[in-house]
């Protein structure tokens, strides 16, 4: 009971941004349904009404040229045609009857009407009716109406129904950015992008490593620990220019936040005697580096060891180890240098200088625990 009630304030921030999110994806799907269902309903009906179009003027073609058709008067059913070939929707008129075709008018890519070859559109719908002459059969007329007018208001409607996508999801977008700003959660989120979008080989400081590409860690954990030294002083500062008080001070501590630095800091300098935490992490971590710094030279790997005197440059002075950062600093430059003299001098240096940290170290450890305090002992 204790522990969910320490982590409810997190666990109701996380699920009220969830939820957010999960009503902005579910609406800006719902209004892009929307579109493609108008786009294909529009579509269908274009279609439907392009066949019965084509059908309605082959029915009316029919009715003007049973009487030509029935007396093969070529003439006027030339003259009939040509004035139906006047509407801009019409592809192609034909004009069959039981001894052949009679006329018939198609439209060139110029959209001009020349004499009928046969050569049909794919995408033109057909419209099809018998010429009937005192109710016998007497021939028939097909109609083949272009979409081209239809494919155009189509593609107005398409484009309609994009800007009021756009349109939507720009509002809903806006109405979530509201809502997370008057949470407090848009800080927090803009935060997160930017540590998840961070390069690799990019410190926290924003200075760009010597590397071109990110190489392995030599050692697991040592570089998570200390790639935030740069955001940690930062907040010493914030903290000191607000007088060291042990107030809140981010929007993350009033919210509940599961760790804070600024706090993490505040304390340290409220209690000195939590060095001895820092100085025996620092011990513990970095005890195999100065083998590390061996082998990695006698492999040549010149890569791995600037990376690892990177991480000894910055946390050097957690423990104010100053001739141990100076050291390190030193062994990068020469390490990248073409005198392997001056490279083997500053690892053995750096070595060293790491040795003796960590011995006076282990040594100040030793001393602070054989020497409990008057409090401990009053105890």
């Not at 848009?186 to 760009?208: F, H, Y």
Request: aromatic share 6%.
């Amino acid at each position: 009971m204790f522990l969910a009630a320490k982590h409810m304030p997190n666990i109701s921030h996380v699920l009220r941004r969830r939820l957010a999110l999960a009503v902005w994806v579910a609406a800006l799907l719902l209004f892009l349904l929307l579109g493609v269902w108008n786009v294909n309903e529009d579509r269908q009906e274009a279609e439907n009404r392009l066949g019965s179009e084509a059908g309605r003027t082959a029915a009316q073609l029919a009715a003007l040229l049973s009487l030509p058709a029935w007396e093969l008067d070529e003439l006027t059913a030339r003259t009939i045609v040509m004035a139906a070939m006047t509407d801009e929707s019409i592809y192609a008129i034909k004009v069959q009857t039981p001894r052949g075709m009679l006329e018939g008018q198609r439209r060139n890519y110029q959209w001009e009407p020349i004499p009928w070859d046969d050569e049909i559109a794919e995408n033109s719908v057909q419209g099809m009716n018998p010429l009937k002459m005192e109710g016998r059969p007497v021939g028939s007329v097909e109609v083949y109406l272009s979409p081209r007018i239809t494919d155009e208001d189509l593609a107005q409607k398409a484009r309609r129904e994009v800007a009021r996508f756009c349109l939507s999801a720009l509002f809903s977008t806006l109405v979530l950015l509201a809502l997370l700003w008057h949470w407090g959660d848009l800080a927090r989120l803009k935060a997160l992008l930017l540590e998840r979008t961070a390069p690799r080989g990019t410190a926290a400081s924003g200075e760009p490593a010597a590397d071109s590409a990110p190489a392995p860690s030599p050692e697991p954990g040592l570089a998570d620990i200390f790639e935030s030294g740069s955001t940690c002083d930062s907040a010493v500062r914030r903290h000191g220019a607000q007088g060291g008080s042990g107030a809140p001070l981010s929007e993350d501590i009033a919210a509940g936040a599961v760790v804070s630095a600024e706090l993490g800091r505040a304390f340290l300098l409220r209690r000195p005697e939590a060095w001895r935490v820092t100085a025996g992490m620092f011990g513990r971590t970095f005890a195999p580096a100065p083998d590390l710094l061996l082998r990695l030279y006698a492999l040549e790997d010149a890569e791995n060891l600037c990376r690892l005197g990177r991480i000894l440059e910055k946390a050097a002075p957690c423990v104010g180890a100053e001739r141990l950062a100076s050291a390190a600093h030193a062994m990068q430059w020469a390490v990248n240098d073409s005198d392997a003299a001056s490279a083997a001098q500053a690892v053995e240096e750096c070595v060293l200088a790491l040795r003796e940290v960590l011995g006076a170290l282990e040594g100040q450890t030793a001393r602070k625990e054989s020497k409990p305090s008057v409090q401990e002992g009053g105890r």
